[in-house]
C-alpha cells in the first residue's frame, strides 16, 4: 500500500518489490496470480482499512453525536498518508472494475455520514447534502494537509469548526 500510494502502479514493479524484500520473483507468484490481482488485493485491503475500520470504530460510541465527533476525529486526523486516492482515481480511468469499486467506497463513507447525521435529527435530504460537501470538502482539505502533521488542538479547533458549520445547524 505504501508503495502504491507514493507513486501508483509504477512503484508496483514486481521485481523491484522482490528485491526489496530480499526475495525471489517466484515467491511473489507463489502468493499472488499476477501482477493485477495483487493491484486488486491492495485495494482491496485499503478499504478496508479506510473504510470499515473507521465506521466500525465509531460503532462503539454511544450517541450519533458522539460517533460523528469519532468519524470527524478519524478523517481530519490522520495525514501523511501518500496519495492512495489519487493513483486509485487514476488506476480507475483505465479499468471499470476500479472505478465501480472508488465509486462504492465514496457512495459507502458518505451514507454513513448521512445515517448518522439523520441519527442526530438532521433532515434525511439535508443530511444527504452535508455528507457530500463534507466528503469533498475533505477531499480537498486532504490534498491540501496531506504533508503536514497536525497537532491535536489543531484537528478538533477544525472539527469543532466543521461541527458549528454543517453539523449542529
Known amino acids: 500500500m505504501e508503495r502504491f500510494e507514493q507513486g501508483g502502479m509504477d512503484q ?9 524484500l530480499g526475495c525471489s520473483k517466484s515467491s511473489f507468484y507463489w502468493y499472488f496470480a499476477n501482477r493485477s490481482s495483487y493491484i486488486r488485493q491492495i485495494v482491496e485491503t485499503w478499504k478496508a482499512q479506510t473504510t470499515q475500520q473507521v465506521m466500525t470504530s465509531s460503532i462503539n460510541h454511544a ?3 458522539e460517533r460523528i465527533r469519532e468519524v470527524l476525529t478519524q ?8 496519495d492512495f486516492l489519487f493513483y486509485l482515481r487514476k488506476l480507475s480511468l483505465k479499468d471499470d472494475s476500479y472505478r465501480s469499486l472508488l465509486n462504492e467506497v465514496e457512495q459507502m463513507r458518505m451514507e454513513f455520514m448521512k445515517e448518522l447525521l439523520i ?3 438532521m433532515q434525511p435530504e439535508k ?5 457530500w460537501m463534507l466528503y469533498h470538502y475533505y477531499l480537498g482539505w486532504y490534498e491540501r494537509h496531506k504533508q503536514e ?7 478538533q479547533q ?6 458549528t458549520e454543517w453539523i449542529s445547524n
Open 75 to 82: 478523517m481530519f486526523g490522520k495525514t501523511k498518508r501518500g
Open 119 to 121: 441519527q442526530q435529527g
Open 12 to 20: 508496483l514493479i514486481v521485481e523491484k518489490m522482490a528485491t526489496a
Open 158 to 163: 477544525h472539527i469543532h469548526m466543521i461541527w
Open 63 to 65: 450517541t450519533a453525536d
Open 127 to 131: 443530511a444527504s447534502q452535508r455528507s
Open 149 to 155: 502533521t497536525l497537532s491535536e488542538e489543531a484537528i
